[in-house]
């Protein structure tokens, strides 16, 4: 077979581009879940409802982009920590699996919210990044995958340096790895939940508002969590460097079977390979490996 | 007046009904089953056969996450694995009805077993995650095996023949629908008062316990996936007949979430939550459809009903886990108390 270097070298690019959006989802999903332990599969209509609260801002109301964008993501702050005050919170202390269930629910309220406000119909976001096609090398990419990877790659590594120097990144990690020591070390734990989930909205936001201008918004843009839970559970749902290596990864393979094997392949790729994983390391390839006693 | 359980040999405990007067209701639950075709009109009638098939379904998931403690998000694959297989060998075939659904059962039951394999490995909401991916395999199945299930179009399945008779109408399906439904339910609610299903209860409870008592975890999983499937391939080989036609987009993941939601507002871990989850969980987007229709909406309402119902739906999930985790089977429960005590108060 004669492949085509340059061809197979630019949607390797413009996989790593959506990987990187990915593993910026999959780091709020990891947050959420070091923190307080609650696997949210609602984190893709989370990220939705960031998407479309940046539409409201710039194209309901006609706000410009400097002020859309920060109005957008401190709502979603807010949204975060209303989520979790009102349906984590009581969950405390309830199975892991009954949490899982809420979260479930919260992604179809989401989504019906949505459908509510703004309809189920496809919309554009405003365009807010360059237009002129990035070069690399002799390769040609997207400008909006390209910019949305960077977007991704400095928020991530904010968010790395918040976790290490920041005081309320040091008690998130204290919370994640101990939380009765982190209270009894004077760590006010439930304001690390509200924290922890008020970031990963914050980063969901960020996502979504890439992604929709990337694809366009819709109410079916929760489809994008799917493969975030795929990229998580992939790197180990505990592991930030994980959800790094994970989302590039599934990114990648996402692109080249989309492109050699016809798009409805892309799940089917990814879950597979996620059964795979699962029996060779059921703890995904970074994830702490939890030894149970009696 | 009753106080505390008054048994006096492990097979009164055992026993599926534990007095005489729920006995007497049984059998009046029964008559009112047998009469209400004769009563109903159409649209009620379709409505009995979908909660029929829904039970059949809740009922297995439930004994799957309810009794042995294994999230499962895979329901709606395993009827879709039923659904084809009935469609398939209803429209090639033409093999009798009981059969077909015999059949489907079997083939949803190895498809449960595929998937349960990861289980013996992977634990909790690793599991759960992982059976998601059963719905996109089985999708893709469906959709690309296209000389076989008729690919994205789908099938249309001739109406089943029952000893001569042409079961195309609501209320002939009824008299098929019901019996099975009663059939399964009773054999859910015996199968916890055997080996197996005791073995199910410890592995929920604690499963390395289980496995300390001497019950060997993989068997009894795999088991688990195994009874449950072969419910959702009966339920699916029901849909198939029931809607006389299926495709690929028959069985997506929210209707997984479904029968979940189902088991959850119903009452993990006990066979009435399953009906009632079941009668629930069907009937509330018919009761929303007619509240829209009073509110004065005009043309807007069936713009308004489909997200009001989505809406509906995750908020029954989440307010059921936080105020009543135990369902409405747990409301049941203290309703009966209620009466058991009168004119005392709990």
Redo the contacts between chains.
């Keep these: 077979m004669n492949v085509d270097w340059l061809f197979f070298f630019e949607i390797s690019l413009a996989g790593l581009g959506t990987g990187g959006l990915y593993a910026l989802t999959g780091l709020a999903f990891v947050i959420i879940y070091k923190a307080t332990r609650v696997?949210n599969l609602a984190i893709g209509d989370m990220l939705m409802i960031g998407a479309y609260l940046f539409f409201a801002f710039s194209a309901g109301m006609g706000l410009p982009l400097w002020i859309a964008i920060p109005a957008a993501l401190l709502s979603m702050g807010a949204i975060g920590a209303l989520v979790e005050r009102t349906?984590i919170r009581?969950?405390l202390g309830?199975s892991?699996?009954?949490s899982?269930?809420?979260t479930?629910?919260?992604?179809?309220?989401?989504?019906?919210?949505?459908?509510?406000i703004w309809?189920?119909d496809q919309r554009r976001l405003p365009d807010f990044m360059p237009t002129k096609p990035i070069q690399i090398g002799e390769a040609f990419l997207a400008p909006k995958t390209f910019y949305g990877f960077w977007v991704a790659v400095v928020l991530i590594v904010i968010v790395l340096l918040v976790f290490r120097f920041w005081r309320g990144g040091v008690a998130l990690r204290a919370t994640a790895s101990d939380q009765g020591a982190a209270y009894s070390m004077g760590i006010n734990v439930p304001r690390v939940f509200s924290l922890s989930w008020s970031l990963a909205a914050v980063i969901a936001g960020v996502a979504g508002i890439v992604v929709g201008a990337i694809g366009g918004i819709s109410s079916s843009m929760g489809i994008f969590g799917?493969s975030v839970?795929v990229v998580v559970?992939f790197g180990g749902?505990d592991s930030v460097l994980g959800a790094l290596v994970g989302g590039l990864l599934i990114g990648l393979i996402e692109a080249w079977t989309g492109t050699y094997l016809g798009g409805?392949?892309k799940?089917?790729a990814t879950?597979?390979l996620?059964?795979l994983i699962?029996?060779i390391r059921?703890?995904g390839l970074f994830g702490t490996h939890d030894i149970?006693?009696? | 007046m009753r106080i505390g359980s008054a048994k006096q040999s492990y097979l009164a405990d055992q026993a599926l009904f534990d007095s005489t007067p729920q006995r007497a209701w049984f059998g009046v639950l029964l008559l009112a089953l047998v009469a209400f075709p004769f009563m109903a009109n159409e649209y009620w009638l379709y409505l009995a056969c979908l909660v029929g098939l829904n039970i059949v379904s809740t009922t297995g998931l439930n004994l799957l996450t309810g009794y042995t403690g294994l999230v499962s998000l895979g329901q709606a694959a395993f009827m879709g694995l039923g659904a084809y297989t009935v469609a398939i060998l209803q429209v090639r075939y033409g093999s009798p009805f009981l059969l077909n659904l015999l059949a489907g059962g079997i083939v949803a039951m190895l498809g449960g077993i595929l998937v349960g394999l990861p289980s013996l490995r992977v634990k909790g909401l690793y599991l759960a995650i992982a059976t998601i991916a059963a719905g996109f395999m089985t999708h893709f199945l469906f959709a690309h095996w296209a000389g076989i299930t008729g690919g994205n179009g789908g099938m249309t399945v001739p109406p089943a023949r029952l000893f001569g008779a042409e079961l195309d109408t609501s209320f002939r399906l009824y008299w098929v629908i019901a019996p099975i439904m009663i059939l399964m339910v009773f054999g859910a609610a015996n199968l916890f008062r055997t080996r197996i299903g005791r073995a199910f209860i410890a592995i929920r409870d604690r499963d390395i316990s289980a496995a300390v008592l001497g019950i060997p975890l993989m068997p009894y999983k795999l088991m688990s996936f195994a009874i449950s499937s072969f419910y959702a391939g009966v339920a699916g080989g029901l849909f198939a007949y029931f809607f006389r036609v299926v495709t690929p987009e028959s069985f997506p993941l929210l209707m997984s979430i479904f029968f979940l939601a189902a088991v959850i507002v119903g009452g993990m871990g006990t066979i009435s939550g399953s009906i009632f989850g079941a009668i629930f969980m069907t009937l509330v987007p018919e009761l929303l459809k007619l509240i829209v229709g009073w509110l004065p909406l005009g043309d807007n309402a069936t713009l308004v009903l489909s997200p009001v119902r989505t809406i509906v739906f995750g908020s029954m999930i989440v307010l059921f886990l936080i105020f009543e985790p135990h369902g409405l089977a747990e409301i049941w429960r203290r309703i009966r108390r209620l009466f058991h005590l009168w004119p005392f108060r709990t």
Excluded: D, H, K, Q
């Design positions: 696997v349906i009581p969950m309830e892991p699996i009954s899982f269930m809420v479930v629910g919260l992604s179809s309220i989401l989504v019906g919210l949505v459908e509510l309809t189920a799917l839970l559970i749902l409805e392949y799940l089917l879950f597979s996620l059964v699962l029996l059921p703890y149970e006693r009696l």
